[in-house]
């Protein structure tokens, strides 16, 4: 290739989609592969003369905060700088890493990969709606300790028919596991900032996230890490729902109050909750462990390989579209009005 071709910085894993990258840039743009070490060796290379002089566009992965950090001030402020970098391509439909309002200043645009996450997360979900409320993780720890069913008690668990599932956002992975849980059926409620026009008629549209906890026997959390959403489902929300209520959330720990939602746990009020996601990840606050009936994942959402693959040629074909229409796809919401 031209050493005059675009450059294009893969930062952070791309695992699957190898020979897809190379076909979506081939005779558009030269592939860099971001190898820092640490943050102080990445803001280096992106300096005049670097080994990362005249990116274009980024690929990223939450992988390339193991070495480098987040995006955050600092880092958009030194691709700012370099005058050229005009894109950044998340892998990835949470981007709480990356601070958008500092792209959005100096900008900088950004892309995620809404709908490639969908299925995977709603499946997630549905496993851990049905696994709390029939106590099969329980059950599993019972088995593989040898004392087969030994302690539990079928009074805590609850078939999945007939039982009112409350959705907080329904977007593309909300909805998802709305049309999942309607073949038992479950009853599907929602809330979201406003009603949604692709909601079939069964999904019933709650105007306050208070009347959607107090309809739900499971309430499962679908809605981004932003500042206004730190902490939406507290204490207050949490008491509003029916003693012996379950909570799922595979979007972002910190949605949930986690201190509110132990205290629930303790007293009883709160049947178990179903995590896959935590505030401050990967540690695990212990306390959530001493709940048997809990089920916690390690953030297994979008972990196989289909959806990886998905999401990675999602996130490069934003780049390329960027570099040979002026304009890429999945602009994120905070982004669209700079438009």
Known sequence: MSS????????GNLVWAHEEARQCFDGLADLVVMDSPNRADFLVGLKSGGKYDQIVGIYRH????DRIGVFDEEIIDALAETGTVKWIAHNGAGYDQIDVSRCANKGISVSNTPGAVDDATATTALYLVISCLRNYAWAEQSLRQGTFKSGLDPGRAHDVTGRTLGILGLGGIGLRLAHLVHAFPMRVVYYSRNKSANAPEWCEYIDSLEGLCRESDVLSLHVPL????????GEK???TMKKGS????????????EEAMIRALEDGHLSSV??????????????LLEFPQNVLLPHMGTENQDSQRHMEVRALT???????DGQGNDL????????
């Open 4 to 11: 005059r071709q675009p450059r294009i910085l893969i930062c």
């Open 62 to 65: 939450n992988t390339s905060a």
């Open 226 to 233: 932003r500042d206004e959403t730190v902490h939406l489902v």
């Open 237 to 239: 929300e949490i008491r």
């Open 246 to 257: 379950i909570i799922v959330n595979t979007a972002r720990g910190k949605v949930i109050d």
């Open 274 to 287: 179903g995590l896959d996601v935590y505030p401050n990840e990967p540690l695990v606050n212990p306390r």
């Open 318 to 324: 934003n780049l390329r579209d960027f570099l040979r």
């Open 332 to 339: 994120i919401p905070e982004l669209r009005s700079k438009l």
